[in-house]
C-alpha cells in the first residue's frame, strides 16, 4: 500500500534502514539486526492512524497534536508534538531510518521503509491461498496497539473500531479457510487456522468442526469425541447453550455406526444435574428461565440473545450456581415446585411483551417463600448491553439481602457465605472502626469455611483499606493482602474477585504494570462488574492517566453500585490531576463520608486559592487522621508519576499540612 507519493519520499531524503514495525499485539519497532527502536507510545498511536486513516498518509502537524492531546488547549497540545517530532528525528537519526516523513507542516508515514505487519496482514487476506493462512496467523498478533490507549477521546474512539474491524477480518479470514471444502488437502494449515481461531473465541464452532473432520479423516475418531465434548462444555458454561445443528450434524456423520458417547445421550431436553463443585457449595443456587418457545414478539432474537448474555455474566460474578431449567415449560409454577425439590434457592424468569418491539419483564423469585423479590421492566435494543449489566448488579444486590434477612434460619453450609456479605458492606463505609469489624466479620467466616471465596477477598481488601485510611507506611497490611488473594486465585482460577485483589495489593505495593494487568485479568474474567472497573480507574490515575481514568469511570455511572463512596474518591482525585479543582471539590461532596477525602478537598481548595474553606477541611483531616504526615504518605502512596506527586504535595503544603 503506496501511501506517499515518491516526490515527497525524494523530498524528505532516501532512507538507509528498514523498520519491521509491529502494530498488531504489543507495538513495537524493530532493526533489521532485531534491535528495538525505543519509539515513543504516542509514535506507535500515530502511525498506526496515519496507515490506516489518513488519505496518501499524511497528516497536517496541528491536526495530528489535536488527535493525540484533545484534552489540552491549541498551545499546550503544540509544545507536545513538538517534542515528540524532536524525539523522533533523534531516533530516526541513530538508526539510518526515515519512517516519519516530517514537513514543516505535515507529518507522513513512508511505508517503503517499513515492513509492517498491518499491511503483511491485509495482502495476505486479499490474495486467498491456502498458503497464505500461516502469514495471516503470524502478522495477526492480537489487537491493533495491543492494550495501549494513548492518545486523546477521538483516537480512543476510532481505535476501538479499527481493533474490532481488524478482528472481524481476522477471524473471517480463518473461518472461510476453514469452510472451503478445497483445503481439505492441507490438514496442517487447517489445524494451525482452527486452533488459532479457538483461542481467539473459544465458543467459535467453525474451529471445532474443521477439527472433527481432520481427525475423523484419519479415523481419529476418541479425539473427535473429545473435541466435540469439549464444545459442548464450554457452551453449556459460556452461554448455557448447546452446539448448532450443523455441528451436532457433522458429529453424528463422523461416528456413524459407532457406540452412542455420553455427549450424544445428554443432547435431549432433560439436562443431568451437573455436578456442582465443591467452592460452590456456599452459593446461593438459581436457574434463569427464559421466555416460553413459540412466542412471536418483536425483537424476539434480541431478547433472546440479551438472556443469553445475561446468563454468562451472571455466572461470572461467582455469586451463585446456575442450574439448567428441566423441560421446555416456561410456567413459573410449575418450575418453582420442581425447584424446591433440586434445592434450588432463586428462580430469574424472563418475559417477552408481545405488543411492545423489544420489550421483556424480569422477575426474581424466592423458591423457598413464593415471593417476588424484585421486578423489573426493560428495553432490549441490539449491542446495549445495559440492561444486562443492570440486572445483574440488581440480581446480586436483592439475592444478597435476602440472604441476610435468613441468617438466623440458616445452615453451617451458607452461614461463611452470609457473613462474607455482612464483612463486604461493612467495607463501603471507609473509616478504620468499619473495616476492622468487617475483618472480624471475614475471619469468623473463614474459621467456618476457610476456601470462601467472598471472605478470603473481603479480608484482602480490608488490609489495603486500613493501609490507605491510616496513611501508613506498614508493608505487612499489603503483604496479608496478596497472600490472601493468591489463595482464592488458586482456589478458582475463573473466579475474577482474586485477580482483583491481587491488583489491588500490587497497585499499593507500587507493581504498577502487574497491578494493572491483574485488574484487566479480573475485567476479563467479569466485564460488567463495577468494582472492578473503579479499581482499574484508580490504578490508570496512579501512573498518570487520569483522562482514561475518568472514561472508565464515567462508563460505570449509571450503574448501582457507583455510589460507593471510593469510586467518587477516585474521581476526585482524578479531577485534580487535570487542575479541575472545582469539579474535585464536587465530587467529594457526593461522598456519603467525605472525612477520608477532606485532604485532596483541602488542596484543591488551596490551588483555588480559597485559604479559609482548605483551612477547615485541612483541620476537619486532621481530626480524622491527626498522625498525617506529607511526606510520610506521599513517600507510600501509589502514584508512580513524580510530576503527580509534586502536584499533590503543592496542594497539601499549600492548604497548610506539614
Given amino acids: 500500500m503506496q501511501i506517499m507519493h515518491s516526490a515527497e519520499i525524494a523530498e524528505a531524503g532516501a532512507h538507509v534502514g528498514e523498520i519491521r514495525l509491529q502494530l498488531l499485539g504489543q507495538a513495537k519497532a524493530l532493526t533489521a539486526t532485531g534491535e528495538e527502536v525505543p519509539l515513543p507510545r504516542k509514535a506507535f498511536a500515530l502511525a498506526a492512524y496515519l496507515l490506516l486513516e489518513s488519505p496518501k498518509g499524511r497528516m497536517h502537524r496541528s491536526d495530528a497534536a489535536a488527535l493525540l492531546w484533545d484534552d489540552m488547549d491549541v498551545e499546550r497540545r503544540a509544545g507536545n508534538f513538538r517534542q515528540l517530532l524532536s524525539r523522533l528525528r533523534f531516533l530516526q537519526s541513530n538508526h539510518e531510518s526515515r519512517l516519519f516523513v516530517i514537513g514543516s507542516d505535515y507529518i507522513a508515514l513512508d511505508t517503503t521503509a517499513a515492513s509492517i505487519d498491518v499491511q503483511i496482514f491485509r495482502e495476505a487476506i486479499a490474495?486467498?491461498?491456502?498458503?497464505?493462512?500461516?502469514?495471516?496467523?503470524?502478522?495477526?498478533?492480537?489487537?491493533?496497539?495491543?492494550?495501549?490507549?494513548?492518545?486523546?477521546?477521538?483516537?480512543?474512539?476510532?481505535?476501538?473500531?479499527?481493533?474490532?474491524?481488524?478482528?472481524?477480518e481476522f477471524t473471517s479470514a480463518l473461518t472461510a479457510h476453514l469452510e472451503n471444502a478445497a483445503n481439505a488437502d492441507y490438514p496442517e494449515l487447517t489445524v494451525l487456522a482452527a486452533e488459532r481461531l479457538i483461542k481467539l473465541d473459544p465458543t467459535q464452532?467453525?474451529?471445532?468442526?474443521?477439527?472433527?473432520?481432520?481427525?475423523?479423516?484419519?479415523?481419529?475418531m476418541d479425539i473427535v469425541r473429545q473435541i466435540y465434548a469439549r464444545l459442548e462444555r464450554i457452551l453449556r458454561k459460556e452461554n448455557n447453550a448447546r452446539p448448532a445443528s450443523v455441528t451436532r450434524e457433522l458429529f453424528e456423520a463422523l461416528t456413524a455406526g459407532e457406540a452412542q458417547t455420553a455427549s450424544e445421550a445428554k443432547t435431549t431436553d432433560t439436562v443431568e444435574e451437573p455436578a456442582v463443585p465443591s467452592i460452590g457449595r456456599f452459593l446461593p443456587r438459581m436457574i434463569v428461565l427464559p421466555p416460553a418457545p413459540g412466542i412471536v414478539s418483536p425483537g424476539q432474537q434480541?431478547?433472546?440473545?440479551l438472556v443469553d448474555d445475561l446468563t454468562l455474566n451472571l455466572w461470572r460474578t461467582r455469586s451463585f450456581v446456575l442450574l439448567t431449567p428441566r423441560g421446555l415449560t416456561s410456567d413459573l409454577r410449575s418450575h418453582l415446585a420442581a425447584s424446591a425439590a433440586r434445592d434450588i434457592d432463586y428462580i430469574l424468569e424472563v418475559r417477552m411483551q408481545r405488543s411492545i418491539a423489544h420489550a421483556m419483564s424480569v422477575r426474581l423469585v424466592s423458591v423457598a417463600s413464593g415471593e417476588i423479590l424484585w421486578a423489573g421492566a426493560f428495553e432490549a435494543q441490539e449491542n446495549d448491553h445495559t440492561p444486562v449489566a443492570l440486572i445483574v448488579?440488581?440480581?446480586?444486590?436483592q439475592v444478597e439481602s435476602n440472604e441476610l434477612k435468613l441468617a438466623d434460619q440458616a445452615t453451617a453450609r451458607v452461614?461463611?457465605?452470609?457473613?462474607?456479605?455482612?464483612?463486604?458492606?461493612?467495607?463501603?463505609?471507609?473509616?478504620?472502626?468499619?473495616?476492622?469489624?468487617?475483618?472480624?466479620?471475614?475471619?469468623s467466616a473463614l474459621a467456618t469455611a476457610d476456601d470462601c471465596i467472598p471472605a478470603l477477598t473481603g479480608m484482602a481488601r480490608s488490609f489495603v483499606l486500613e493501609g490507605m485510611l491510616a496513611a501508613t507506611a506498614d508493608g505487612r497490611l499489603l503483604d496479608e493482602a496478596e497472600i490472601l488473594a493468591r489463595k482464592a486465585i488458586g482456589l478458582d482460577p475463573e473466579d475474577f474477585r482474586g485477580y482483583q485483589e491481587l491488583g489491588v495489593a500490587h497497585l499499593y505495593q507500587r507493581k504498577f504494570d502487574s497491578g494493572i494487568e491483574m485488574l484487566r485479568s479480573a475485567r476479563r474474567h467479569n466485564p460488567i462488574d463495577v468494582s472492578v472497573q473503579v479499581d482499574l480507574a484508580d490504578a490508570l490515575l496512579a501512573v498518570g492517566k487520569p483522562d482514561e481514568s475518568l472514561e472508565v469511570l464515567n462508563a460505570v455511572r449509571h450503574l448501582i453500585p457507583f455510589g460507593l463512596d471510593i469510586g467518587h474518591w477516585i474521581a476526585a482525585s482524578a479531577h485534580y490531576c487535570r487542575e479541575d479543582y472545582r469539579a474535585t471539590a464536587q465530587e467529594i461532596e457526593l461522598m456519603q463520608n467525605p472525612a477520608p477525602a477532606y485532604r485532596v478537598s483541602a488542596a484543591a481548595y488551596a490551588m483555588l486559592g480559597e485559604k479559609e474553606i482548605?483551612?477547615?477541611?485541612?483541620?476537619?483531616?486532621?481530626?480524622?487522621?491527626?498522625?498525617?504526615?506529607v511526606k510520610q504518605w506521599l513517600a507510600v502512596c501509589p502514584i508512580g508519576s513524580k510530576e503527580l506527586i509534586q502536584h499533590y504535595e503543592d496542594g497539601l503544603l499549600i492548604a497548610g499540612f506539614a
Fill in 614 to 629: 482548605a483551612g477547615r477541611l485541612k483541620s476537619a483531616a486532621m481530626e480524622f487522621n491527626p498522625n498525617f504526615k
Fill in 205 to 220: 464452532e467453525a474451529g471445532y468442526r474443521a477439527l472433527m473432520r481432520v481427525h475423523g479423516a484419519s479415523g481419529q
Fill in 415 to 443: 452461614v461463611a457465605r452470609r457473613q462474607a456479605i455482612q464483612g463486604q458492606r461493612l467495607l463501603q463505609v471507609l473509616d478504620l472502626p468499619s473495616i476492622r469489624r468487617a475483618r472480624n466479620v471475614m475471619r
Fill in 302 to 305: 434480541t431478547i433472546s440473545e
Fill in 127 to 168: 490474495d486467498q491461498a491456502a498458503s497464505q493462512i500461516v502469514t495471516i496467523c503470524d502478522a495477526y498478533g492480537g489487537d491493533l496497539l495491543g492494550d495501549s490507549q494513548d492518545g486523546g477521546q477521538k483516537f480512543a474512539q476510532w481505535l476501538r473500531a479499527r481493533r474490532a474491524s481488524l478482528n472481524v
Fill in 393 to 397: 448488579q440488581t440480581v446480586v444486590e
